[in-house]
């Protein structure tokens, strides 16, 4: 099969491409604009593979995506090109509308287009697989799960460009048969994901010494999985989904923020038993809560599981284990990524808060 992976440079996608070169015979082309999130020594495992391409290109950029898409000929494309940081997002919706909902509907318009010049049997095999977020369904409280029904609800500019990106996929369903299955995930967590996120920027902070920032009273429940199962599960849903059909993936690993934090910093007192900045709790910091931000999420998974057959082999403590190894093994990736524009820096207070912070600073 040849593959088009949109975003493939990012977290979940270069996890996605890494497993399919090694552990099956696809083709894959790797189409990412490679942003601040994209990475390509992320993709270094696999990038001499013959069976391994790479794009640079803008998934708004329609001419571009075309004489792509024309050139590899995919049998199918997997959609996770995206921004994905919720806090970038409410400090600068801009990108998530261009790149969010602008570049999916360019990308559908090119798909499509694709698709109709395909004969008979090429467009019955076809898939057009989005890769989407739980946090479109918004916040939920104390209990319930979030099922494929459930209704629509998002809070911030990111999941609302998710959304608006996930019914875009729908109506090329259903209005011109595209052949389109989509996938709503839990929070993913693993190697080579950009210390903007939770889990390695308390890792990283933790082995510089740095404050360890948890939002309001790390309250905020999250449902968090393993990248790799995340990645088995976008790969089978590709293969034997429903057309028109979503599936929720998750990992049944509910932690609040706290107790995520609290875990690393006791397998960090464990892994570094002689690290001055022994016990890691002792840099717990908490910060200003994130504007707007969604108390709980949580998947119920029952339908990949019972239709087919998946379910993460990590638990959230294998999980964590093997992520922090990772990041302590791996210390010139991240150094790389360090050495850039972002140096783990708080985002996502409202602006006028953060340049009065700025200021702060720079007195
Ligand atoms: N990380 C999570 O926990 C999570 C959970 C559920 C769903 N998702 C979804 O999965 C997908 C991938 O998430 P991720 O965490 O790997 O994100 P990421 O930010 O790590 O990677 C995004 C990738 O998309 C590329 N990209 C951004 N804008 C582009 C554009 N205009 N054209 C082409 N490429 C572009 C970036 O260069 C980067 O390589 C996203 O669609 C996200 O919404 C993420």
């Known amino acids: 099969m040849k593959l088009i992976i949109t975003g493939g440079a990012g977290f979940i996608g270069s996890a996605v491409i890494r497993y399919l070169i090694k552990a099956t015979q696809t083709t894959v082309l790797c189409l990412d604009k490679l942003t601040y999130a994209g990475n390509l020594d992320s993709l270094k495992p696999v990038s001499n593979n013959p069976r391994y391409h790479f794009a640079q290109v803008d998934i708004c950029d329609g001419p571009a995506l075309e004489q792509v898409v024309a050139e590899f000929r995919p049998d199918a494309i997997m959609h996770l090109a995206a921004e994905s940081h919720v806090d970038r997002s409410i400090d600068g919706p801009a990108e998530f509308i ?36 739980d946090e479109v369904y918004g916040s939920l409280g104390k209990t319930g799960f979030f099922l494929e029904s459930t209704p629509y609800q998002p809070n911030s500019p990111y999941s609302a460009s998710k959304a608006a990106s996930d019914h875009l996929v729908r109506a090329w369903h259903h209005t011109y048969k595209l052949p ?94 002689t690290s001055k900045h022994k016990p890691h709790h002792q840099l717990i910091s908490f910060v200003t809560d994130r504007p707007g931000h969604d108390l709980r999420y949580a998947i119920d998974a029952s339908k990949i599981e019972k239709t087919l057959g998946w379910k993460p082999q990590e638990t959230f403590e294998t999980g964590l284990h093997k992520t922090v190894q990772w990041y302590l093994d791996n210390q010139n990736w991240w150094q790389r990524v360090r050495d850039g524009s972002y140096q783990g820096e708080r985002l996502g207070l409202l602006c006028a808060t953060r340049s009065v912070q700025n200021a702060i600073k720079r007195m």
């Open 180 to 273: 389109v299955v989509t996938t709503n995930c839990s929070n993913n967590y693993g190697p080579y994901q950009f210390p903007e996120k939770l889990i390695p920027l308390i890792i990283l902070n933790a082995l510089e010494g740095k404050p360890l920032p948890v939002y309001g009273q790390g309250e905020n429940v999250r449902d968090w999985l393993y990248v790799d199962d995340h990645a088995r599960a976008l790969c089978l849903v590709l293969e034997l989904g429903k057309l028109g059909e979503t599936y929720n993936i998750g990992g049944h690993n509910e932690k609040t923020n706290l107790e995520v934090v609290q875990t690393l910093c006791s397998i960090l007192d464990e892994r570094l038993p």
């Open 98 to 133: 261009n790149t969010n909902i602008v570049g999916t509907y360019t990308l559908l318009e090119t798909v499509r287009s694709y698709w109709q010049s395909l004969d008979s049997e090429q467009k019955t095999a076809f898939r057009f697989h989005h890769v989407s977020t």
